[in-house]
């Protein structure tokens, strides 16, 4: 099966693979913005992943130079910080993510840290718990992933509802159609995790669609990586695009995985 991936930020939704069947979600027939006050948006340009790199069909806008998003949650409260691009439970992990040790898992709010479309998701379980990922795209080609969602804002639960019921262990992603704008600091999740031993955490990734990484240009780790050819090769360290105070915090907090540490090939001191 060919390793195809398109997405639609406009008009009609292409259905593909990436390995598994997807299963075309029914279109909302609801406001399809989610916002705190929607920006001015013009005709967005359709991102494919080829096979071997994602390319922009129609006029790509410049993303901000340089590039900052917002904090996606209230990272006074995290205590430990997940390195993107590292070996977690024995799988390679393009994405990062928050720790907050101590608090229940209702005590998270995730935020989204820049506009943009939200195009696929999942819904699946763990240890019988349901659980949500999500996938942002905006115009400019950037890109976020947020996953070990537990509880949905209703908007988002809305489009939530559009995925073939869970599965333990079953995260493959479906579209949304039509894809949904989202705004900056929109609240996408009320708690994250897994409540059982309240286990309170929640992935996040971001990805350069634009270009690849600097990690994708050694071949022995291209070698290594040609499984996750989608999103490993544009993963970044997202560190230092946060806002400066809490940039130094994350920078500041403990690993949260203690196989791996600090360890990271996205992310250098």
């Excluded at 008009?11 to 979600?25: E, F, H, K, W």
């Excluded at 129609?58 to 910080?81: K, M, N, R, Y």
């Excluded at 579209?175 to 996040?204: K, S």
């Amino acid at each position: 099966m060919k390793n195809t991936f398109s997405i639609v930020l406009t008009g009609t939704l292409v259905l593909v693979s990436l390995g598994a069947l997807c299963i075309p979600p029914t279109p909302l027939s609801t406001d399809q913005t989610v916002q705190n006050n929607s920006p001015e948006t013009s005709s967005a340009p359709t991102w494919n992943f080829d096979e071997t790199k994602w390319r922009a069909v129609g006029e790509v806008p410049d993303c901000p130079e340089p590039l900052q998003i917002e904090s996606p949650t209230d990272i006074s409260q995290a205590t430990s910080i997940l390195y993107p691009g590292q070996t977690r439970g024995g799988n390679y992990k393009p994405h990062g993510g928050f720790r907050f040790d101590g608090l229940e898992n209702d005590q998270v709010s995730v935020l989204a840290p820049f506009d943009a479309y939200v195009v696929d998701g999942a819904r699946y379980l763990a240890e019988g718990e349901f659980q949500y990922t999500f996938d942002f795209i905006a115009p400019c080609g950037l890109m976020y992933r947020i996953g070990h969602l537990y509880t949905l804002t209703p908007e988002f639960q809305a489009l939530a509802e559009q995925f073939t019921p869970a599965q333990e262990g079953q995260s493959q992603t479906q579209f949304i159609e039509p894809p949904v704008l989202v705004t900056a600091g929109t609240t996408i999740a009320t708690a994250v995790g897994v409540t059982a031993n309240t286990n309170t955490f929640f992935d996040f990734g971001v990805y350069d669609l634009r270009q690849k990484n600097a990690a994708s240009k050694n071949s022995t780790w291209a070698a290594e990586h040609t499984d996750d050819n989608i999103l490993a090769p544009y993963a970044i360290c997202w560190f230092d695009l946060l806002p400066t105070p809490d940039a130094k915090q994350v920078w500041s907090l403990p690993p949260g995985d203690p196989t791996s540490g600090t360890n990271s090939d996205y992310c250098q001191k």
